[in-house]
């Protein structure tokens, strides 16, 4: 029997490939990982969000902002405003919607948990006529009667436990900021749904209530003067763009082929009610919501 003692090359036991490129497609498969995790735990958590019953929701109440006396005119020409897109919509009994104004510039409206609809001056200032108002305003009541808020809650809640756990558990900065980066991008997808989702049911109240969808784009035309030239890609955006929400009002006003698509005005008296708004409640930069029954 022969033996050899043949010389072994070096190098054999080392990778040919390189380092960094070894790091990036461990990196990429964990970030993999986690993307696919915290997509289903935040699918999961909006769709069972959905089932928490409404009367504890409804009980929810927080601070941020200080609102308006519920007895000027302007809070029940709003308040009479929603009650009708509230009929249109077919919400249930048990969703009692209530608007709040809140007296700063920003130029904004937004729905709470509970059914609580705020709107900010600044916005009430500039919308052109009362088809806008009812737009922004079916809008907010749809996040509403589809549960959007809790839902958010829900999934908001999820993401940042998912995030606090691989980031303390592994004890990695890396992975951590992995994980906040992977639940931001899910939370913008979901958000970006829930806003279509509003978008459809407003445009179908205002069709009901008006006969058409005439003045919703000016809505948008105002969101747009408001954001500037500064463009942002849709994907990196909690809403639609807006050139894109413009596009579906448009293509619906052809399909509705409607002749009377007249637009209503706002309350002779409407300016007036600002005025003495902004001189009974002074603007403060922080201001406290109350959002009590």
Known sequence: MDYSNPEIPEGINVTKTH?????????L???????ALILALSFF????????????????????????????????YLQTLADKIVIAQQLPEEMNIKVHVVNQDSVNAFATLGGHVMFFQGLLEKVPNENALAMVMAHEIAHIKHRHPIRSLGRGIVLGLVASIFSASLGN?????????????SQLQFSREHEKQADATALLAMQQIYGHVNGANDLFKLLQQEQGTVYQPEFFNTHPAIESRMQRINDLQLKSNTENTELNQLPPD?????KQLSSE?????????????
């Open 45 to 76: 958590a909006d769709k069972l969000s959905h089932y928490i019953p409404y009367s504890i929701e409804a009980n929810a109440s927080f601070g941020v902002f200080t609102t308006t006396n519920a007895d000027t005119p302007l809070q029940q």
């Open 281 to 293: 409640t002074p603007r403060t930069d922080q201001q406290k919501i109350s959002t009590e029954n």
């Open 270 to 274: 409407y300016a007036g009610w600002l």
């Open 173 to 185: 900065d890396l992975l951590g900021q992995y994980a906040g980066n992977a639940g931001l991008l």
């Open 29 to 35: 498969g964990v970030f993999g990982v986690i993307i």
């Open 19 to 27: 380092p960094l490129k070894e790091f990036f497609l461990l990196s």
